[in-house]
């Protein structure tokens, strides 16, 4: 299976600053026949189901905020948010999709300072 | 608009079994499948399985083979996700979500959640 690791595990933050989380996958996310990579973030706020916030690395799902970004290639994936704002607390999850067993990250709580 | 809803709270004891639904709405059941994910308490997400809308095909984690079974109803637009001889360490919150139609198509991606079952087993 493949195994993503995330960094760090706590993030708090002040409002309006930028963050970012890392992810990193055991091996490579880029599908042979297309050139995607295959890496989704989701986020999970409090008492709510998760939802998704980046798909394919770098696509915004539908009324995800443009503060929300993602980059990175082949095995390592960094998630990016501009200004963070209260709203944004919760658990950040990557994951892959390339293959199954879908596979997550463990999770980072971003909090407000 | 697109919804997954899932069935209510369930408590059951070791040993028994439990089988959760996720109805879909919105959209063309056929055209898609269902994720099953799970959450114990204070955990991380973890992967359950798959099942395709179109066919009923299934992909489902190696740490619950033989215990889990994933099944569609199209006359209903519902999915079910059923685990046997639960164990303490089963409770947890199952969420089902939309996604590929066919193992092979990565095109798909989790973009409809349902709120989640919460699932407790207890003695």
């Known amino acids: 299976d493949i195994v993503m690791t995330q960094t760090p595990l706590s993030l708090p933050v002040t409002p309006g600053e930028p963050a970012t989380i890392s992810c990193r996958s055991s091996?490579?996310?880029?599908?042979?026949?297309?050139?995607?990579?295959?890496l989704d973030w989701f986020l999970q706020k409090p008492g709510q189901s998760p939802q998704l916030l980046i798909y394919?690395?770098?696509h915004r799902a539908s009324g995800v905020p443009d503060r929300f970004s993602g980059t990175g290639e082949v095995t390592d994936f960094t998630l990016h948010i501009s200004r963070v704002e209260a709203e944004d607390v919760g658990l950040y999850y990557c994951?892959?999709?390339?293959?199954?067993?879908?596979?997550f990250g463990q999770g980072t709580r971003l909090e407000i300072k | 608009q697109v919804q997954l809803e899932q069935s209510g709270t369930e408590v059951k004891r070791p040993g028994a079994s439990v089988k959760v639904s996720c109805r879909a709405s919105?959209?063309?059941?056929?055209?898609?499948?269902i994720t099953w994910v799970r959450q114990a308490p204070g955990q991380g997400l973890e992967w359950m399985g798959w099942?395709?809308?179109?066919?009923?095909?299934?992909h489902y984690a190696q740490n619950l083979q033989g215990r889990l079974t994933m099944t569609t109803d199209t006359s209903t637009d519902t999915a079910y996700m059923e685990v046997r001889s639960l164990r303490s360490d089963d409770t947890a919150v199952y969420y089902c979500?939309?996604?590929?139609?066919?193992?092979?198509?990565?095109?798909?991606?989790?973009?409809?959640w349902g709120k989640g079952t919460t699932v407790t087993v207890s003695s």
């Open positions: 394919t690395l770098s």
């Open positions: 979500a939309r996604d590929r139609v066919y193992d092979g198509s990565l095109y798909y991606y989790m973009d409809v």
């Open positions: 091996q490579s996310l880029l599908g042979r026949d297309d050139g995607n990579v295959y």
């Open positions: 099942i395709s809308g179109y066919d009923a095909k299934t």
């Open positions: 994951m892959q999709r390339i293959e199954f067993p879908y596979t």
């Open positions: 919105g959209y063309r059941f056929a055209s898609y499948g």
